[in-house]
């Protein structure tokens, strides 16, 4: 990408470049960094900056434009008429620029816009303009190398100028424009010397376009036709150092400000009053959500805290009570898990088995196949044998049948040859004949009449020059009627004698286009002689890569149908086992059926059990309350042993219902006294009552035990099985993915085959087709040829 121009300002650490992609980019050299970009619809040939940063000129193929550099964009306000402008150029106070326009330089007022001043003298194109420091004078330098120094106030040429140079005069930079070359920044110590020494610094890939210093000559910028912009940082070392760091430090710190148009500026105030009034009424219900969320949330607050304090009292008995059954499960698991390592040591033995047998019966099956495998190569070769051997036979006969007709047409070529050679001998024969006798008879023909005409002429003058008598008058007259007659008569010979001469020139013509024609005809059977043999050798290297490719296509059938019979075979082993797999799954199916049938019934003997332990357990906890009864009035009525009058009236005021253990559980006797109570403990009926008790209990305890076992031994089992036909059914689903995919590769192999196939059949009857219709045009030729 090509950059055109470039130019730097005084207030602030700006560049502007313009180049071939029709853009304009303002860079802060600074940060390194670019502030704006702007595309154009046509090229920008030239650029020029403002001291002041704020505005820019851009040269256009059809006017000169200046726009302001606003804050993300670039805005025209101002055209000029100037077309095709190659260099612009503020002045140092951005009162002025100059345009320079082919060879003349055109003086514009920056704020006013009117035309200044009109500089011509130069007799080239202008290629570069120089303000002098109080912008009074102006220097350009046309492409012949010359160089004028311009008066403004008068507009007139001043003088010639040298090279601009650095304000310390202590540098001239330069850059190299050499064409196929990489550009480099030379820079030269002043003054200059014969033989002066410089430094080189390569930056660009092909030729320096534009060079440009800052104001404060502390960075060198330059382009290239390479589209790539670089930015040196000048340092000139010399007694003048401290002066430059004196005015770098005394030097105005670059300008912050831009340029905002009144419409944008008053678009953005509005913008910020909107947003200022939203916020405000943001913030005003942002502030009632809060007060109102913090509202709930100390209600929040509070509900759950008084659920936890109350949740935590009762997972703190939870925790008692899951304790105490932890302990009695882990007791009841080690039992479950010695039982369990018993039966899947027995399952592993068994299944161990199961694979070795069926490891055993693949090896052999795989023997099998290999076996079978070597027949089949054994069978495909000596197939392949005998294919070789017929197409050699069948190549050799065809080879020797070409070349039998290869013969008998150059014999043909050479017998037509001798023909057409005696048949032109015979025609130049006869030509030279008739063109001998024709010439012989028209000399005669005239010297017969020459003589006529002499003997006519002088009896003529006879006549004129004498007197002569009417007799010989008369006589004359006779012999001149007899002349005329013969005249007559020979005229008729000359006409008859020219009528002969044209048939016979027409017969030479009409003989001489003949042996054209023949001659054509020879030619035209001569290069069908020659394009058929073409042909013919054409035909016969079509026949060897025909007999090449039949041949790889054979070889490859081959290939394919001794890889697509193991494959089959594959494909009706796997068709076998994904049958037995699927009964497998039939199987797996019933036994899950009998396996829920079985879950449902334990789950009904379960439930039933859960309600009798209920009820039990309701009639123990009202058996140990009757019993803390009994033990409390039975301690209280002990204490009063020694006090006979008390121990009666407490006897006799102490009551307490009675509990009578029956077939269908604990019953309500009523209320009795302790008397009637000590005198049926007395006779042991509560004990046998309380031992049979104790007994149903713990025959109770043992069923549930039982039961509880083999519940788990089925779940167990349960969720065993169910993993095993799950495993089982993602294998069998694997092995199904596995076998479509192979039999699809097959089925998608067996068509390429049929496919290669049907096209080496097509090609085979194509090039027997085409044989057979040469074959019959080159008998038709040679029937027509006989015929003529």
Partial sequence: MHVSSLDTCIRKPLIVTCGVDKSVRVWNYSDKSTDILKFFKEEALAVALHPSGLHVVVAFTDKLRMLNILMDDIRPYREFGVKACREVRFSHGGQYFAVANNNTIQVYGTYSGELMAVLRGHTNQVNSLLWKADDRKLMSCGSDGSIFQWDLRSAIKVGEGPLAITTSQQFLFAGTAEPHRPGCIRAYKLPLEPESSYSEFQCHDMAVARLRLSHDNQYLFSVGDDGSLCIFETKELSSSKLKGRSERENA?????????????????????????????????????????????????????????????????????????????????????????????????????????????????????????????????????????????????????????????????????????????????????????????????????????????????????????????????????????????????????????GKELYENIKGLEKDIQGHKKEIREREETIQDKEKRIYDLKKKNQELEKFKFVLDYKIKELKRQIEPRENEIADMKLQIEEMDQELEHYHKSNAALDLMIGELTLKMDGMQKDINHQSLEIKTMRQFIRQFQSDLHDSAQLLEKKKALKASVIGTTCFKVIWGGNGLKFAGFTTVLALYKKYETGKIVTEVASDVDAQQEYNRQREYLEKEVESMKSKLVKGLKINHSEMMRLKRENAILTVQVNDLRREFHAVKSSQSEVNDLKNKHRDKRSMDEREMELRRESELQK
């Fill in 252 to 500: 105005m710190a670059f300008a912050e400000e831009i340029l905002v148009t009144k419409s944008d500026l008053e678009e953005k105030n509005q913008t910020m009053q909107e947003l200022k009034a939203k916020v405000d009424e943001l913030t005003l219900h942002n502030e009632y959500q809060l007060r109102l969320k913090d509202m709930n949330y100390k209600e929040k607050i509070q509900e759950v805290s008084d659920k936890f304090t109350s949740e935590l009292t009762q997972d703190k008995q939870r925790c008692t009570d899951l304790q105490e059954d932890k302990r009695e499960m882990e007791a009841e698991y080690d039992a479950k898990l010695s039982e369990l390592e018993a039966t899947h040591t027995h399952e592993l033995d068994g299944i161990r088995d199961t694979y070795f047998a069926k490891i055993k019966a693949e090896v052999e099956r795989y023997d099998a196949l290999t076996q079978e495998r070597d027949e089949e190569n054994a069978r495909w070769d000596e197939e392949n044998q005998l294919l070789v051997e017929s197409h050699t036979q069948f190549l050799a006969e065809m080879t020797s049948e070409y070349d039998r007709k290869v013969e008998g047409e150059q014999t043909k070529q050479t017998q037509l040859g001798g023909e057409k050679d005696e048949i032109v001998t015979e025609f130049e024969d006869n030509k030279t004949q008739i063109e001998e006798d024709a010439d012989l008879e028209i000399e005669e023909v005239k010297a017969k009449y020459d003589a006529k005409f002499l003997d006519e002429r002088e009896a003529t003058l006879r006549l004129k020059g004498a007197n002569i008598d009417l007799c010989e008058n008369g006589i004359m007259k006779k012999k001149f009627t007899a002349l005329q007659k013969d005249i007559e008569d020979q005229k008729e010979e000359i006409r008859s004698l020219q009528e002969k």
